[in-house]
């Protein structure tokens, strides 16, 4: 038997309990949170309250998700005028529809007593009506009718709140934030990847959505690593080049010939291959990571036999375009071929659960059973997300045992983003960056619809 390595139990230990008093103590409140943020060792995961504890979830829900762009839909969910879906996050839900030419967000809270204006998750809806008292809005959000007020009430005064909303590429993003990180630069990396797929005129073919008992850190980190490519995924790391270097390293010298040659052809068939992100790379900076890469010989698409199931996108002049991939932090990823594109939807239920939404998209004029069929587009990733499901809901089991204490990451989980994804969130919890004002009474960014 080989040497058990050494960990400073003790150490480790004192650091827990130290914190779990301050965790105890209602005087020293936030304390532990900047604790557990300090004494966090870099290159290993998190502490397990970062995984199980509601204070720390709450938290995440205030500094990540109401202060960054979050992926809510797509612009085929709703069509028509007055089309609309909700998306709903923590205590929060928000009403996303069509008014004409545009697309608008509000809060889905009746400004008389509160109550939930729609109720239905999808629907159409010219005007915008509270089930209790009948309080009447415009698809603007502003109020237009409400019983038993004198003619002096200003019903301007006390329309939908609204919320930020933005389209790059057919994707609608909303943001709670008062002053959301600028969105622009997402929008010109994301059309300079995608402008000739034309996703804005794309179609939902199928829409799965999974409830997972596992934080949805836990869900990050597994997309920013392929380190477990080789063990979890064995369909996925023989249709890409990156995924089979991971789980044999041997084939790193095949894999970066084929990928420099892949990239020249992407290159002269009008695709970009940088990879892109709001600050230059993998680090905490970036709110977004984008890039191209390669497939592995005798594939041009995710999918079972490696050829296309749908018809190509957009403008696409060949069937290979390779894999372009993006993460969005905190809870958009995409993965799309030159003939159907996947997307996910990560969305916090609790510190423990979280919800993954599946999308997968093909042409606007693609008709089902006669151009594609909805099994063979969706097999790649509803095989390779279930594998992730099942993982990340084994990973988050296992830290909630008592045993659990942070591991060493690996060289590829360090060069893969995780560590950077780790860093990029910690920042978002220190009290100088954290607290940010939501719920916004500024005037509303209208997205212009495609």
Known sequence: MGKPCS???????ENKNKILLMISNPITNTDWI????TTRKPGFSLEQLFYTNPEIFNLDIESVFKRYWLLAGHVSQIPKDGDYFLYNIANESVIVIRDGGEIRAHYNVCRHRGSRVLLEQTGNAQRLVCPYHGWVYKKDGSLTHCMYYSKDFKKKEYGLDPIHVRTACGLIYISFAEHPVEFDPFVRDLESHLKLYHLDQAKIAYHKSYTLSCNWKILCENFCECYHCGIAHPEYTARLMYAGVAASPSLKGKGDVIEKERSAYYSRNGL?????SSNGGWNTESWYYMARAAFQPGYVSQTKDGGLVAPLLGELKGPDAGSFAFFSRPNGIMEASSDHAALLRFTPISATQSQADAY??????????KDYDV????????????QDWTICVNNQAGVNSSSYRPGPYSEIELSGGVEDFIRWYLKQLRPKDAFLKTNSQSSQVIASAA
Do not use: F, H, P
Not at 272 to 276: G, H, K, V
Not at 360 to 369: H, I, N, S, Y
């Open 7 to 13: 960990v400073d139990v003790k150490s480790e230990n």
């Open 272 to 276: 970009c291959t940088d990879l892109l």
């Open 360 to 369: 997968w998209l093909v042409r606007q004029d693609a008709v089902e059973g």
């Open 375 to 386: 099994e063979r587009v969706t097999w790649l990733w509803k095989t390779t997300g279930e």
């Open 34 to 37: 900047n604790e557990a943020i």
